[in-house]
């Protein structure tokens, strides 16, 4: 069964370095119809739709590390990816570092996010 869990930890982690660099069209295609997203202030909950409205002409990251990574498989269906992230926007030579929890949903036989949440760490 562990063989499984390394797999599914995998597979849910390339998913995340797509949503950190991905474009609007991945979020599209990966998100729930009800998918939402919590971030510190100022930008706070948002939902799908203000998700991807975002994603429109901002910078995407260039660049992110993963460390420190735990999978909880929830049932069959559903399972929790958390982690500290250390990413990087392109041309910027600071880096951000959060701690981040992702829920993600089998849905039609594919994995999407249904919930992601970020906590700022310290800058490197």
């Given at each position: 069964?562990?063989?499984?869990?390394?797999d599914?930890?995998?597979?849910?982690?390339?998913l995340?370095?797509?949503f950190?660099?991905g474009?609007?069209?991945?979020y599209?295609?990966?998100?729930?119809?009800?998918?939402?997203?919590?971030?510190?202030?100022?930008?706070?909950?948002?939902?799908?739709?203000?998700i991807?409205e975002?994603?429109?002409?901002?910078?995407r990251?260039?660049e992110?590390r993963?460390r420190d990574?735990h999978?909880?498989r929830?049932t069959?269906?559903?399972?929790?990816?958390?982690?500290?992230?250390?990413a990087?926007?392109?041309?910027?030579?600071?880096?951000?570092?959060?701690?981040?929890?992702?829920?993600?949903?089998?849905r039609?036989g594919?994995?999407?996010?249904a919930?992601?949440?970020?906590?700022?760490?310290?800058?490197d």
């Open positions: 069964m562990r063989g499984v869990e390394v599914l930890e995998k597979q849910l982690l390339r995340e370095e797509q950190w660099k474009n609007v069209d991945f599209r295609h990966n998100l729930t119809e009800d998918a939402l997203m919590v971030f510190q202030e100022p930008v706070g909950i948002l939902a799908r739709d203000t991807v975002s994603l429109a002409g901002s910078q990251w260039a992110v993963f990574v999978l909880l929830l069959d269906k559903a399972a929790v990816v958390t982690y500290e992230a250390s990087r926007r392109g041309g910027e030579p600071s880096r951000y570092s959060a701690f981040a929890s992702s829920v993600y949903v089998k039609d594919s994995w999407v996010l919930f992601h949440q970020q906590t700022p760490g310290s800058e």
